[in-house]
């Protein structure tokens, strides 16, 4: 009977159907108890007692399983289906992810690629991708702001967009000025944005650029065993209606790496509140630059969690120019 008005109270219009069970029960009882031979049989003052606790004994081995299916009936209609949906919500979400930010790794045109992206939940907020095209081989991170089901529809929407204007030879300033132009339009006034960051490998090493919201591309020179900062200052993607944007151009030597990544790696933080950072991140590419990127790539997300807790998706893709 407990669970019964706990069901009650935890789904108040359960009680149009509870009660009136209830209700029908007990007179049902009670007809039964009157009805009963023993009724004529237990007379007299000693088995009033006896009558009465067999009524009620008879009473808690009705009502109870009664009430207990009824309460399961409720629970299945109410808390379960609500358990199902929000089981089926994080299965779709890890599909998406799956298919949204997959692993990358390809070789193409005297360049060598590999990324990867481990989101912070079931659906993270950040992609990857490559396309190849007409000897020419492009590569973008994106992270959209926000997670869940929501982030990985318009993740959706960011990759067909990108991968459509990454087929026309077009220079990424202006891609990057229809694909903000695009996901402007599609968001239907939601706060939601991406910051982006893509470039486009060409011969003899020419690399062209663009970065939208995102965070500065390292750029490690196998010569000098340097690294440097290419950082462009731009508005993220589907923010502004109208705006433009600029691309650059970085020339590229046998044996060097371009490292384009989300803020989730260098903004993992110690105990301490220190971030790991890109100068770290940087060094750290520069000390295993001669390894399979592959093997880079893995040992980089080791050594940042090393340094602390994943906090935010974090999304690495490394470029590398082989002679």
């Keep these: 009977m407990a669970v019964s008005f706990a069901a009650i109270l935890r789904n108040p219009r359960s009680r149009y159907v509870t009660v009136p069970a209830l209700v029908l029960v007990m007179i049902a009882m009670r007809k039964l108890r009157l009805g009963l031979p023993a009724n004529d049989i237990l007379t007299g003052p000693g ?24 309460t399961f009936i409720i629970f299945a209609g109410t808390q379960g289906i609500k358990h199902i949906k929000e089981r089926t919500e994080l ?32 659906m993270g907020g950040d992609l990857l991708d490559v396309v190849s095209h007409d000897g020419a081989l492009a590569c973008y991170i994106g992270d959209v702001a926000g ?36 996901l402007y339009e599609v968001k239907a006034g939601s706060a939601t944005y991406v910051t982006f960051a893509c470039v486009r490998c060409g011969e003899g090493g020419r690399v062209e650029y663009s970065l939208a919201g995102n965070g500065p591309i390292l750029h490690y020179h196998a010569s000098s065993k340097s690294v440097s900062q290419v950082g462009m200052e731009q508005f993220p993607l589907g923010l502004f209606a109208g705006a433009s944007f600029e691309s650059g151009i970085a020339q590229m030597e ?19 509140d220190d971030q790991y950072g890109l100068e770290r991140i940087g060094k750290f590419v520069a000390e295993n630059a001669r390894g399979g990127l592959k093997d880079l790539t893995e040992k980089l997300f080791v050594e940042v969690r090393r340094h602390g807790r994943q906090n935010d998706d974090e999304t690495l893709v490394l470029v590398r120019a082989n002679a």
């Design 147 to 182: 997670h869940g089901i929501q982030a990985g529809v318009f993740m959706g929407m960011v990759k067909s967009s990108a991968r459509t204007a990454l087929l026309r030879p077009a220079p990424l300033n202006r891609l990057l000025s229809d694909l903000n132009q695009v």
């Design 254 to 272: 046998p044996g060097d790496i371009l490292a384009l990544l989300t803020d989730g790696l260098p903004e993992v933080t110690d105990a301490k």
């Design 91 to 122: 299965e779709l979400a890890e599909q998406l992810q799956q298919t949204l930010a997959p692993s990358l790794s390809e070789r193409y045109a005297g360049y060598e690629i590999h990324g990867r992206s481990a989101p912070s939940s079931q």
């Design 47 to 70: 088995f009033d007692a006896i009558r009465r606790r067999t009524a009620i004994d008879a009473l808690i081995f009705v009502f109870a399983p009664t009430m207990a299916w009824m």
